[in-house]
């Protein structure tokens, strides 16, 4: 709690207890006012609160550590991304400023000379992680951060959150704070039982919907056994060390902690040890982020989420000498005597993370159930269902740790095997909202279930849903309305506006030319792309796909016989209509349906169409003249020839009536 300069002096001049007493009660019990209250300063809350204070809202953070981000500063800090186009909104400004940093601060460090991820800002040590984001709270002045606080209970009027009360971590001053909108934005999703707000902990069961739920054992090439029960079972937590390269004059040894085993640790050598070959960080630091032979313990956590504060820390103490036990390990057994602990990382915690990786806790039951079928491709598509209420996207695996020592509950799509069916994949609005509370919003315990959460909880697309979640609360506070009354369409046009991606490309992000228009006809389903997942918008526009996208943003219906095509091409019985290597219309080419319809209507004459390649460049001039004659001859601006590049034809596109 911070005091007034006035109030401050009365408490040090004071040698009455009692009007001190009487002084902190006022101070205290009285509710602080604010428009949205974060509780969590997590990617989400971090999201979230940037979000709604970019909206001009009042926002009250309240975190439990003296850090901002969430795992992002307390060691997860090599980002869970395929490919740049999973990186968007708030989270790209943090990649940007990451990457400058490092760029001004670090330019021949290792890492910037030889990981392109390094290089792009996607690695970063926790406490630039942290001051990026408390820099970028500085410029917001309508947020205020209340450090080393927790919420104890949830206020509400009938079916409306209103407020949280909150206590110090030292459990001794409470505070009460009320406003519109509160957000959830802690890992184990703590408001949604203090709020009445379903949830589930734990697995389903095994179904037809999806077919890796609840207990499974799976190999490495996607093979799976085990019987399908559903239980209350969680994925091995971990806390992500930060460990440091000190080179030959050696690290500050660990000491064998207590309950220390060197059984739980695989004898790996240095050049197979997965983090040391994928989790380099800029000023020689790694992510320790092992599996269950490293730094992963299965089933120490299944009391955490529902555990007391004093269960939570007992948990912690046993993962702390874990991640402990595992680097004493490598500086004994392994000889890695020149790995240790970054000193200059949580200096304050005896240079460890305040936080566990809680991987999942809590999840809530909202109005939309994200499953597996959510981040998998559809049978003949090359992608899941769209989703028109899209927030935000992300392109990872379904990625669930063990539950338990044996790998049981270890899920993990390799990309390339027989059975991998991942896809980028988008979440919608409704997974951040309540079936029956009100004023609540949950961007990071999202709705979804166990297998489903597992896309949904890498830190990108948390600070993307977290980045929306500011922004509905916004909307909610200044129209007065409940968050599941947030009109979605208004809400994705904020969050394009503000260069949040709704559809996911390899090669499209914020700074792609005619990024907007792009997102707008990807989301309106008129073209999803490449089976590769690119847009490619430098490309060159074919006939087909202008064909294509006139058709469906205005509306046309398929004017075409397959007799027209026999007539015009001068087919002869007996002579197949397919015909490999050829230029022209062919009932097997996909745009052969769009052509003749824009035929049919006059577009182009049958000479025309026989000398037509589908997949040649659309000149402007015949674009032009086709939009012309599928709005029924309506005039259209002079256009220089030449052609035109997908991104070009989609703003084209885009800007039809």
């Given at each position: 709690?911070?005091?007034t300069p ?7 001049e004071s ?9 902190l009660f006022?101070?205290t019990a ?10 969590g ?12 204070g970019?909206?001009?809202?009042r ?6 550590t ?13 980002t ?9 909104g ?26 392109p991820m390094?290089?792009?800002g ?6 630039v ?13 309508s947020?205020q951060?209340?450090?080393?606080r ?5 206020l ?21 704070f ?11 999703g ?9 949830f ?7 179904s ?6 609840g207990q499974?054992?799976m190999?490495h ?11 209350n079972?969680l994925?091995a937590f ?8 000190y ?6 040894p ?17 050049a197979?040890t997965f ?9 020689h630091?790694?992510?320790l982020n ?20 004093a ?5 912690w103490?046993l993962?702390?000498?874990?991640t402990?036990g ?10 890695d005597k ?18 566990l990786?809680v991987?999942?806790?809590r999840?809530?039951?909202g109005t ?10 559809v049978?003949t ?10 927030i935000a996207?992300a392109d990872w ?6 539950v338990?020592?044996d ?13 991998d ?10 997974v951040m ?10 961007p990071?315990?999202?709705s ?11 830190e ?15 909307l ?5 309305i409940?968050p599941r009354n ?7 046009r904020m ?9 996911y ?7 792609t030319p ?13 073209d999803?792309g490449y089976d590769?997942?690119?847009f490619r918008?430098?490309?060159k ?6 064909a ?9 219906k398929?004017k ?41 209507m ?19 001039v015949s674009l032009a003249?086709?939009?012309?004659v599928a709005?029924?001859g309506k005039?259209?601006?002079p256009?220089?020839d ?16």
């Open positions: 709690m911070e005091l006035e109030s401050a002096r009365f408490v040090r040698n009455d207890v009692r009007h001190l007493w009487i002084l006022t101070l009285s509710a602080q006012q604010f428009d949205v209250i974060v509780v300063a997590t990617t989400a809350g971090v999201g979230s609160a940037i979000a709604a970019r909206q001009g809202m926002v009250a953070v309240i975190e439990e003296p850090v901002l981000g969430g795992l992002i500063a307390n060691g997860l800090c090599n869970d991304l395929l490919s740049p186009g999973g990186s968007s708030i989270f790209e400004e943090f990649r940007l400023r990451s990457q400058k940093y490092y760029q001004t601060n670090f330019a021949n460090d290792p890492a910037m000379k030889t990981i390094a290089q792009l996607f690695r970063y040590e926790p406490h992680a942290d001051k990026i984001f408390k820099e970028m709270f500085a410029e917001i002045p947020i951060v209340f450090y080393k927790y919420a104890t209970k949830v509400k009027s009938g079916r409306r959150v209103t407020g949280v009360v909150t206590r110090d971590t030292n459990d001794q001053i409470e505070m009460t009320r406003a519109p909108v509160t957000i959830d934005a802690t890992h184990e703590d408001l949604l039982p203090l709020a009445g707000a379903k589930r902990l734990g697995r389903e069961p095994r037809l919907e999806e077919p890796h739920a499974i054992y190999t090439d996607g093979e799976i056994f085990g019987s399908g029960e559903g239980d079972k994925q971990a806390l992500l060390a930060t460990v440091k390269d080179g030959a004059k050696g690290a500050k660990v000491p064998e902690p207590p309950g220390y085993d060197p059984k739980n640790y695989a004898p790996e050598p240095t197979d983090w040391l070959r994928g989790g380099a960080l800029p000023n630091k790694y992510e092992e599996n269950l032979d490293g730094t992963d313990a299965a089933e120490i956590n299944y009391n955490y989420v529902v555990g007391s504060r269960e939570r820390k007992r948990i103490e993962y702390k000498n874990f402990l595992y680097i004493h390990f490598r500086q004994t057994v392994m000889g020149n790995i240790g602990l970054a000193e200059d990382e949580f200096t304050d915690n005896g240079n460890l993370p305040y936080i990786y991987r999942e806790g999840r809530l039951e939309y159930m994200f499953n597996e079928r959510d981040a998998l491709k049978p598509f090359n992608r899941p269902p769209l989703q028109k209420e899209s996207v695996k379904i990625d669930s740790h063990a338990s020592r790998t049981e509950g270890y899920i993990f799509f390799n990309m390339g095997d027989r059975f069916t991942s896809a980028p994949y988008q979440a919608p609005y409704g909202v309540p079936k029956e509370v009100d004023g609540l919003l949950v990071m315990a999202v979804a279930t166990h297998v489903g959460f597992q896309v949904l909880r890498l990108p697309i948390r600070v993307a849903m977290g980045q929306a979640a500011g922004n509905a609360a916004a909610c506070v200044k129209q007065r409940e947030v009109r979605v369409p208004e809400l994705q969050l394009l506006d503000q260069g949040q991606t709704l559809y490309y390899k090669d499209v992000i914020p700074s005619n990024y907007k228009a792009i997102e707008h006809i990807s989301m309106a389903g008129i999803l590769d997942f690119t918008a430098d490309q526009a074919s006939n087909a796909d202008a294509k996208y006139l058709f469906h943003k205005l509306g046309l398929v075409m016989d397959y007799s027209d095509l026999w007539k015009i091409m001068g087919w002869k019985a007996g002579r197949p209509p397919v015909r490999k290597n050829t230029q022209h219309c062919t009932p097997d080419h996909w745009g052969t349906y769009y052509l003749m319809t824009f035929f049919n006059g577009a182009f004459t049958a000479d025309e169409l026989r000398a037509m390649d589908p997949d040649a460049p659309i000149s402007r003249k086709w939009t012309s709005q029924g005039a259209q601006p256009v220089a030449g052609p035109i590049t997908r991104g070009e034809l989609a703003a084209w596109t885009d800007g039809l009536k």
